[in-house]
């Protein structure tokens, strides 16, 4: 069979088995892969550096479909070339407990690197994992040892470049001039109203141009069009670039190519067998893969595993010229933590004037940062207010390509899906800071964060209404409760100087979901810990912080973060009241919700019905600590511009009301 | 005093203003008013058409501060040009109670237009307001009769254009051609950080270009430019406009102008008295305004009256020849609703299958739109999906400019920041339409909505993993919680097709804030409203669907939206096994809080401690209304991608599961 028979074979059987999945399941987007067969094709059958049997080769390049509703088309791919997924799998497509859900997720899937399927995140993921590559290429490679030298590679659509993440994310990655990343965009006029001409119609090479891309425009089913593309783009090194692929949608279905038609729906079992037929193919086989087909696909096989061998060649090597940095290099890529790092977490003594959490926090982050040399973060234009500059490393590519402070620019959305990148990438301990509010415009990125269980670290500060005179724009109230309602995230509110050291020892140690630390703009008094209150105990998320003198106290308070002070106060007065309370610290519901039940009853016995809660936020969800006979103190409008102390009183956030509270007045 | 000296005395005026309040305030942002005086001087005083004396005029232009943090220009200018502001509320500025918080608050401070300070929010609030304006003038002006006829201006700063929503907007402005679009962009090359060389670095002139904007380059201290560039862009009726002003920070400051010193921080003793002197004045006066410039700014107020006295006269006019039109454009000003709205409304016959709630609702729309004609509105390319087209009435622009569909494209946060413009704009019932699942891309509109109270109504449909096949990453679980916990928003999700009509009308009659219609994928049984159950309940949030036959039920289940179906037939089938339980529907938790104590008593007597909760979504925050001894039954972890039935299953949804937990098992 000529090659370019072969190849036109290759194509439509990705096209086929795309159409197929999509009709059994009765469900599915079967446009999209047909579209952008022809680009994918050549991407993964000439440049893609990957090796189907080790998804996990950590030189691999990365393969995003942003578009992740064509989610066919990766599951084609990834089963034609060899990975662990069946043709069971395909079958089974959008089923429950199937490897073939009905958008990529990360973790499902070998091969997935990435959940996608929000519009945009797969682009700005793609980022961070450019980042990733291009810091650790610059830290390890020495000379012509690279060990870390490969490409991000994505398929980014129009809905992708219509969310605002996709110009947050387009624009950092150009300001850095990542030469490596290289987004195949599937420019195929349709959107799910209709033409794109209904509401996109920004010249899209003019914008990318403008964000410092290399942009090339082709015909994304001319195979030499899309190979001479891709190879243009590789040897473009100081930007990185798009490649507009023209494409038809549904290609080769007589009645909806072009048609948005094809986008969201199963084409139908006629139209099908006329597009099988305009394929030249059999119109009545299904799942059908024909024996030249595959063996071409499986070539990716034999290729994968020599180029993994000749890289394991290439890294001993590197081992024998560079026995320590290539150690580090694997302790980097295992996220291996030095066994000095909790002696390094800093103490801080006892001090009634005190200090910002965030403050504590950009401590902990500069006396930690050579035990935990991959630590590597920064701030959306918030560097000096979140604390979180890591001092002496230089700014990321702005001073050297190697330095650990990262200016995200005001892009909160783009930093954390480039944090999500990075953390999946692997090799850094990415962290990114904003103020707590501004949670709000990044929240997708976590969610995924949340879904994918990838260590992201978010540092949060000016965590209420304790931020003061920027007023209620700027006061989060609702956030922390809205936040611990999205499964497995573990946030973090630590309730002062020491409890924010072992705050930042719980998110370097959580492999298994984002952290966030939820931290304050204003001073804390530093706690004093002499007794069995140590603050290694924030890892337990709720622990008896001072205790009643009775085995059954008359009252607990609770109290999270700058409100642990309150509580703590109120104790002492209570006592001249004649009740004697325990104080609960507990900066995270979740950490404690882990706990086994015998410990969480040894801190909130449920014999103790008098609790009180103090959290300057929401009092949404705080009835499942204090029952039905406590209260809970907090804040359920939005705050107010002022001086943050006059704020604490208005809205009655003191010692006084816990006080009160736990009088029963 | 030669006029150029006065106006030089008069931006002096406005700097010195700035640079006094934020001092006193020790907090605030004095760089940008010194930077972009100039040219806000030039707008206010050459351009901009407004009545200090009714800020409520309805031909206004609007004026927009998107770089809310310099709220200290507007305040000034406010009071300078004769608003309901005082001196002596400058002087409070960022004190608790003033009119003058840290950034600028609608409602809070006559002549402020909206809620800014998360950035790119302005930006894309200002959008709407176009729109508005662009649609009610298609809509109601007749030859020279132009009763609708101003622009809308914005200042816009480097953060507001490196947000993403800033990329949307601006898309979707350029697409759709809003002419009388006007942004000052204040490039003064520095951001919190320091320089925008640090992560800012796109050529702003080729992005907006490719947007379809009109750009203009000047210097933002040249009074002749500025006036030049403002009228090449009124004159400019096909394109929103941006020009480009490259401002020093801290204009005149000897040490700080051009520094990010300037930027968040007062400049200090010292550094005013050596800026006041650069200025030429007086360095010993402390919020002074000379005669002069206080005679030159007050001209606002003559000129303000004239205008909206012509306008006046020119409505009369209007009036006599368009009777019918006047008295619409008064009404749709007014907000006023027929009173044939409520009897508009569908009424839907039992019916076991039923349909989706988003049917249902699609059902009201082109129900309503008739009696409701300045209800507008669309989705972020989901119109077909969400049921929301205004069917008959044509897109928006696409298709003439009175089409009352809207396709925003894929850009949620630029609809949720143009419907907030639309709805302060005033004329317009506006509404936006995504999945719930998307509501995270659109959150800090739907939050500034809220704070400033303002009607956007979001309708959200494929609510839970009722969607089934897409799976996870677009099943909503956290956010009926994560949104309830935001102040002042009203959800509801209605139990069937009549619960839908009468949320619509929740919806339509909410002017107090916005209100969330969350909407199911899947059919719904439209159930049986033969007693005291009528539809017209879910105005009070939460109701007895149906009661028990004893005085104290034995069990109350509660469900909401899809999950009412459950709770009811678990009522039959508990009542087989000698359970008499009241099935209450709680559609809204909002409008359920704001019944009185006696009826909600009525419908969740404490009595009965028997309560099982069930929702498709996380049960966070349902120990409210379960208490200790009751059972939330919903789902805690993310969905899964399959058939929707079987994910109920699969999570444990069911009427089992309430029945099981109703008998305590």
Request: glycine residues 10%; charged residues 20%.
């Amino acid at each position: 069979m000529p090659a370019s028979k072969l190849d036109e074979l290759c194509v439509n059987t990705i096209r086929t088995l795309s159409i197929d999945a999509v009709e059994k399941a009765n469900s599915g987007h079967p446009g999209m892969p047909m579209g952008m067969a022809d680009v994918a094709y050549v991407l993964w059958s000439n440049f893609l550096k990957h090796n189907p049997k080790n998804p996990n080769w950590v030189d691999r390049d990365r393969f995003i479909l942003s578009a992740g509703h064509g989610s066919m088309l990766i599951y084609s791919l990834l089963h034609l070339t060899g990975y662990d997924l069946s043709l069971e799998e395909i079958k089974n497509f959008r089923q429950m407990g199937s490897k073939t859900p009905g958008h990529p997720e990360y973790g499902m899937t070998p091969g997935v690197e990435t959940t996608t399927g929000p519009l945009g995140q797969g682009f700005g993921t793609g980022v961070g994992m450019a980042m990733a590559e291009h810091f650790l290429a610059a830290k390890f490679n020495k000379g012509d040892q690279k060990i870390v030298d490969h490409y991000t590679y994505a398929i980014v659509s129009d809905g992708d470049l219509m969310e605002g993440i996709s110009h947050e994310s387009a624009s950092m990655a150009g300001h850095m001039g990542l030469g490596k990343l290289i987004y195949l965009y599937d420019s195929n006029s349709i959107s799910i109203e209709g033409s794109t001409d209904l509401a996109f119609t920004e010249d899209v090479v003019k914008r990318f141009e403008a964000y410092n891309w290399h942009v090339v425009e082709i015909d994304g089913h001319d195979h030499d069009a899309i190979n001479s593309a891709i190879e243009e783009a590789r040897s473009i090194t100081t930007k990185p670039s798009v490649i507009v692929c023209k494409t038809h949608i549904g290609f080769g279905s007589p009645n909806k190519q072009g048609s948005e038609s094809s986008h969201g729906s199963p084409l139908g079992e006629d139209e099908i067998k006329l597009t099988k037929e305009a394929y030249g193919w059999d119109p009545d086989k299904k799942f059908h893969i024909p024996d030249e087909a595959l063996n071409k696909f499986r070539q990716a096989v034999t290729k994968g595993e020599e180029a993994e061998k000749e890289w394991n060649e290439q890294l001993a090597d590197y081992e024998r010229s560079n026995a320590e940095a290539a150690e580090s290099f694997k302790k980097w890529m295992n996220r291996e933590i030095s066994s000095e790092f909790e002696s390094s977490l800093p103490v801080f003594d006892e001090d009634k004037k005190g200090m910002a959490s965030r403050a504590a926090s950009g401590k902990v982050i500069n006396a930690i940062k050579d035990i935990v040399p991959n630590l590597f973060g920064g701030s959306a234009d918030l560097g000096g207010s979140t604390k979180t500059d890591i001092e002496g490393s230089g700014s990321y590519i702005v001073d050297k390509p190697t330095g650990r402070t990262i200016h995200f620019g005001v892009r909160e959305h783009g930093m954390g899906a480039a944090v999500n990148g990075m953390a999946l990438h692997g090799g850094m301990i990415p962290y990114g800071a904003t103020f707590f509010v501004f949670t709000d415009y990044m929240r997708p990125a976590i969610r995924l964060a949340a879904l994918m269980k990838v260590p992201s670290i978010f540092v949060l500060t000016h965590d209420s209404i304790g931020l003061g005179e920027d007023g209620p724009t700027h006061q989060p109230v609702e956030h922390l409760a809205s936040l611990r309602a999205m499964p497995n995230i573990t946030i973090l509110r630590p309730g002062d100087a020491n409890e924010t050291s072992y705050a930042w020892k719980a998110a370097i140690e959580n492999t298994t979901g984002p952290t966030l630390l939820v931290l304050t703009r204003q001073n804390l008094p530093t706690q004093a810990r002499t007794g069995n209150n140590g603050a290694s105990l924030v890892q337990k998320g709720g622990y008896v912080f001072a205790d009643s003198d009775k085995e059954t106290p008359d009252a607990i308070l609770i109290g999270t973060g700058s409100e642990l002070q309150f509580a703590i106060e109120a104790k002492a007065e209570l006592a001249n009241k004649g009740v004697d309370a325990r104080v609960v610290s507990m900066p995270s519901w979740e950490l404690f919700e882990k706990q086994d039940a015998a410990y969480k009853e040894s801190v909130l016995p449920s014999s103790v019905t008098n609790r009180v809660s103090i959290e300057a936020g929401s009092t949404f969800g705080w009835e499942r600590y204090v029952g039905p006979n406590g209260k809970a103190i907090g804040l359920n409008t939005f705050g107010e511009s002022g001086p943050y102390e006059e704020l604490y009183e208005h809205f009655g956030i003191t010692t006084e009301a816990v006080v009160k509270a736990a009088l029963g007045k």
